[in-house]
């Protein structure tokens, strides 16, 4: 019998030990969003975004859209590299947006003369952005606090 109770004793304590050093979602998502630097993340991709927009709808010279969607490509895959975050849902719209500006940054970059194909990158920024709005919302409900990301809300 006090082989047993030991066992039961050891199993619970093991068991509370487990419960003490949990973090908060909202905790653990504080603390990656401090690291990762999040808010700067979006604001610098909300930046190159609006770049590419302005090169694609003014216009302006193919070596000049290439610099932009470059920019907006690389800044996309830094930001990737921060993935995965302690929030499945807020790591799934962060990788939607990032992957979805690559993918616009490198079409932008292959038809930077042809307007019908530049186009169509800029349709696929526009749902980056869609995805980096959401992402940013979805952490600002988690941590209870907004993350003050310039040109959102």
């Given amino acids: 019998m006090t082989r047993a109770l030991a066992v039961a004793v050891v199993a619970a304590g093991l068991a ?25 993340a979006a604001g610098t ?16 010279a193919a070596s000049v859209v290439k610099t932009v969607c470059a920019e907006l490509l690389l800044d996309a895959q830094g930001a990737n590299n921060e993935l995965p975050t302690p929030d499945a849902q807020l790591t ?3 990788s939607g947006a990032y992957d979805q500006f690559a993918k616009a940054a490198s079409r932008c ?12 990158a800029d349709a696929i920024r526009v749902g980056a952005l869609g995805l980096l709005v959401a992402a940013v919302l979805r952490a600002e409900a988690v941590l209870g606090r907004p993350l003050h990301v310039r040109g959102i809300p």
Avoid: E, K
Wanted: proline residues 4%; aromatic residues 4%.
């Fill in 16 to 40: 509370l030990a487990g419960c003490g050093g949990a973090q908060s979602p909202g905790s653990a998502l504080s603390s990656w969003t401090s690291s990762s630097q999040l808010a700067n």
């Fill in 45 to 60: 991709l909300l930046n190159d975004s609006g770049a590419v927009r302005d090169a694609i709808h003014q216009h302006r």
């Fill in 92 to 94: 799934g719209l962060l």
């Fill in 109 to 120: 970059y292959a038809a930077s003369g042809t307007p019908v194909a530049l186009s169509r």
